[in-house]
C-alpha cells in the first residue's frame, strides 16, 4: 500500500510527469521504497481514478507529450491520513541471512565471496548516501522539512554503517572458522 503514498508524497514536493518520478525515485525515494517504470505508471492510473491526482491541463496538446500530474485536496487527504496511521515494523526477510543459515547446515563453500560482494555493495551505498549528505544537506539548510529529509537519509547511512559492521564481522568469523581448521 506505500507505493501510492510515496508517489503522492514526491508529487507534492514537485508535480511531475511519470518518467520525472521515475527519475526522482532513483535519486531519492527509491533508495528506500524502489519501484519500476511500469509500477509508477500503473500506481499513476489507480491515482488518477482514485480522484487522488490529475493530470496538468497543457497548454498545447500534442500527440504523445508527456502528462504531468498534481495532487488533488483528495490525495493530500489521503496522505495526510496515511502518514498518521500506525504500522508495526516489518519483519526482516533478507535472503542473505537465509543462506547464512543454510551455510550453518550445509557448509560455508562460497558464502564468503558473496558476503565480500555484499560488503562491497553496502560501501558503494554509503558512499553515495554520503555524497547525498554533503550536496543537499549544508548546515544552513535547516527548515523543519530538510530536517525531516535529512533524518531519512540519516537512517540510510546508518543501516549501511550497520551492515559494513556486520559483514566484516561475518567475514571475520569465517576467518576464525579456517584458522581453526
Do not use: C, N
Amino acid at each position: 500500500m506505500s507505493l501510492p503514498h510515496a508517489i503522492l508524497t514526491a508529487l507534492l514536493e514537485k508535480p511531475s510527469s511519470g518518467l520525472e518520478l521515475t527519475r526522482r525515485f532513483d535519486k531519492s525515494i527509491g533508495y528506500f521504497w524502489s519501484a519500476t517504470h511500469q509500477q509508477i505508471y500503473r500506481e499513476l492510473g489507480k491515482l488518477e481514478q482514485s480522484e487522488f491526482i490529475r493530470a496538468l491541463p497543457s497548454a498545447a496538446p500534442a500527440r504523445g507529450q508527456k502528462k504531468e500530474y498534481e495532487v488533488l485536496p483528495a490525495g493530500r487527504a489521503e496522505l495526510v491520513r496515511w502518514a498518521a496511521a500506525g504500522q508495526d515494523p516489518k519483519p526482516m526477510r533478507d535472503p542473505l541471512l537465509l543462506r547464512m543459515r543454510a551455510a550453518a547446515v550445509i557448509g560455508t563453500g562460497g558464502l564468503r565471496g558473496e558476503l565480500e560482494r555484499h560488503l562491497a555493495l553496502h560501501r558503494a551505498q554509503l558512499e553515495t548516501y554520503r555524497g547525498i549528505e554533503t550536496k543537499d544537506f549544508p548546515p544552513e539548510r535547516d527548515s523543519e522539512q530538510d530536517r525531516l529529509r535529512h533524518l531519512v537519509l540519516r537512517g540510510g547511512i546508518e543501516l549501511e554503517t550497520f551492515w559494513i559492521g556486520w559483514l566484516t564481522a561475518a567475514l571475520d568469523a569465517l576467518d576464525d572458522e579456517r584458522g581453526q581448521d
